[in-house]
C-alpha cells in the first residue's frame, strides 16, 4: 500500500463530508490508499457520517477510540498506518482533487523521508498561497535545513515515510494541547537525511470562527502549561544517543520556542497578570536559562534577553508591543 492519509475527528459534522470526499476524488487506485479516520470520541454526527461514505468507498476506515485529543488520534493512527507514506489531514480542511499520483512520484523518485507542499490559506472562499519557499524545487536536503526554510510548523504539508516514523518513535506529544505541530516537527526533521519540496498546492487550509487559533483559547493556563510540557518533552529528546552534536544543537531552537511564548503571550494587557505564574512555571520546570547553541534569528535575541533576565525581557516585549500598537493608530 502506498499511502496512509490521517483523518482526525471530533466535532467536525459540518466539514467532515467535503474532506473525505477531496481524499476520495484522487488519481490512484483506492486499493493502494487507505483513509484512516479516527472519531476521538466525537458526541455529534462526524463518525456516523465517516462510516456511511465508507460503505461507499472502501479505502475509508473508521476506528472509534475515546477522546485523547488531536496528538492522541494522530498517534493511533500511525500505530495502524499500513502505507509506505503517512499524510495528515485535519477533517475541517480539505484538499484539492488529484493530486496524490504527482505528490508519491516525487516523494518515491527522489527517495524522500520528508515531502513538503504547498498549502492554501481559505478565507470567506477565497484561496491564498501559505507558503513562500525560496529554494530551487526538489533540491534535496537534510531536515535541518528544510526546517529552517519552512513558514510554518503545520505537519499536514508533508508525506512522511511510515518506517522513518516508527523507527525513530516520531509520535505527538498528548501534553501539549495546543501547537503540537511545533513540538513534534522539531523532533520530526532532527534526523533527516532526504527532504525536499515540491510547489503543488494541494492542501486547503480553512480558517473559521472559534477554531483553537481565533478563539483564545491557546493563551489559556492551561494552553501555557502545555507549551513549558512541550520544551520539556525536547528537552529529553535531546539526551538520545542517536542525536549527533549538531542535532542537539538544532533542538535548542524550538525549546527556546516554547519557554519564551508564554512570556511573549503575557506582555499584552490581556495577558499582563499571567506573568508571574508563567515565571513559576517556567522556574519549577527547569529553564532558568536557555541553551544559546543552535538557536538563530530573533529569537537567539530574546533568549540572550532571557539569560540576563526574564524581566528583562518581559519589560523588553511589553514596550515593544506598545510602540507597535502606537505605530498601527498612525
Known amino acids: 500500500m502506498q499511502l496512509s492519509v490521517i483523518v482526525p475527528a471530533f466535532n467536525v459534522e459540518s466539514w467532515i463530508e467535503r474532506c473525505l470526499l477531496s481524499i476520495v476524488h484522487q488519481d490512484i487506485s483506492p486499493e493502494s490508499y487507505e483513509v484512516i479516520v479516527i472519531n476521538d470520541g466525537s458526541p455529534d454526527q462526524s463518525a456516523s457520517i465517516a462510516k456511511e461514505l465508507a460503505k461507499t468507498f472502501s479505502q475509508i476506515v473508521v476506528i472509534d ?12 493512527s500511525i500505530q495502524n498506518a499500513k502505507g509506505k507514506y503517512v499524510l495528515f489531514i485535519d477533517s475541517d480542511d480539505y484538499i484539492e482533487p488529484n493530486v496524490f499520483s504527482k505528490m508519491l512520484f516525487f516523494a518515491e523518485n527522489n ?17 491564498k498561497p501559505r507558503d513562500k519557499f525560496n529554494p530551487t524545487e526538489t533540491e534535496v536536503m537534510s531536515g535541518i535545513e528544510l526546517f529552517f526554510r519552512r513558514t510554518s510548523d503545520s505537519a499536514c504539508k508533508y508525506l512522511i515515510q511510515t518506517e522513518y516514523l516508527k523507527k525513530y518513535d516520531l509520535y505527538f506529544l498528548e501534553k501539549a494541547l495546543y501547537l503540537e505541530d511545533g513540538e513534534w516537527s522539531a523532533r520530526l526533521f532532527a ?26 483559547s491557546a493563551f489559556s493556563k492551561k494552553a501555557l502549561i502545555g507549551y513549558i510540557d512541550a520544551a520539556k518533552n525536547l528537552k529529553k529528546f535531546q539526551t538520545n544517543e542517536i542525536l549527533k552534536e549538531n542535532e542537539k544543537y538544532f533542538i535548542n531552537q524550538t525549546i527556546a520556542k516554547f519557554v519564551l511564548l508564554p512570556i511573549s503571550l503575557s506582555a499584552n494587557k490581556e495577558n499582563f497578570s499571567k506573568i508571574s505564574f508563567i515565571k513559576s512555571t517556567i522556574r519549577k520546570a527547569g529553564f532558568s536559562k536557555l541553551d544559546e547553541r543552535g538557536v538563530v534569528g530573533l529569537r537567539l535575541k530574546h533568549a540572550k534577553l532571557y539569560n540576563k533576565s526574564v524581566n528583562l525581557l518581559f519589560i523588553y516585549l511589553l514596550v515593544n508591543n506598545v510602540f507597535k500598537s502606537i505605530r498601527n493608530r498612525f
Do not use: C, H, W
Not at 527517495?111 to 484561496?127: C, K, P, S, T
Not at 532526504?194 to 477554531?211: C, V
Open 65 to 76: 477510540q475515546e477522546n485523547k485529543g488531536l496528538s492522541g488520534a494522530r498517534n493511533t
Open 111 to 127: 527517495d524522500l523521508e520528508i515531502a513538503m507542499f504547498g498549502q492554501n490559506l481559505v478565507i470567506n472562499g477565497e484561496q
Open 191 to 216: 534526523r533527516a537525511q532526504r527532504t525536499a519540496y515540491k510547489g503543488i498546492y494541494f492542501y486547503n487550509y480553512a480558517i473559521r470562527e472559534n477554531s483553537i487559533v481565533t478563539s483564545g
